[in-house]
């Protein structure tokens, strides 16, 4: 099991990132995956889910400017998000893991930065 996540940076408001994660494990490709962010001081929260089949639930906050999606290779799935019209508020450490986390286990998420 493993999870690499990839594609933050610093942006500015109003700026767009996508964010990539490669989790590996056969388990994911028929689990419901998730974009989870955790802000300094703050626990970490599910923004973005998609099941397997391809249904897709946001949180109120992330609505319209985000967008999950995921490719299952053979044992691989790869996990995306497109964060649009970002906000200050949107600043955190990004993880993926299932929906819910099938392991205590996290990868070292990817740093989301947004200067106004």
């Known amino acids: 099991v493993q999870f690499v996540e990839s594609g933050g940076g610093s942006v500015q408001a109003g700026g767009s990132l996508r964010l990539s994660c490669a989790a590996s494990g056969t388990i994911f490709t028929i689990a419901a995956m998730g974009w989870y962010r955790q802000a300094p001081g703050k626990e970490r929260d599910l923004v973005a889910r998609?099941?397997?089949?391809?249904?897709?639930?946001?949180a109120d906050s992330v609505k319209d400017r985000f967008t999950i999606w995921r490719e299952n290779a053979k044992d691989t799935v790869h996990l995306y998000l497109y964060i649009n019209s970002l906000k200050p508020e949107d600043a955190a450490i990004y993880y993926c893991?299932?929906?819910?986390?099938?392991?205590?286990?996290w990868g070292q998420g990817t740093q989301v930065t947004v200067s106004s």
């Open positions: 998609v099941d397997a089949n391809g249904r897709i639930n946001y």
């Open positions: 893991n299932s929906e819910p986390p099938l392991y205590n286990y």
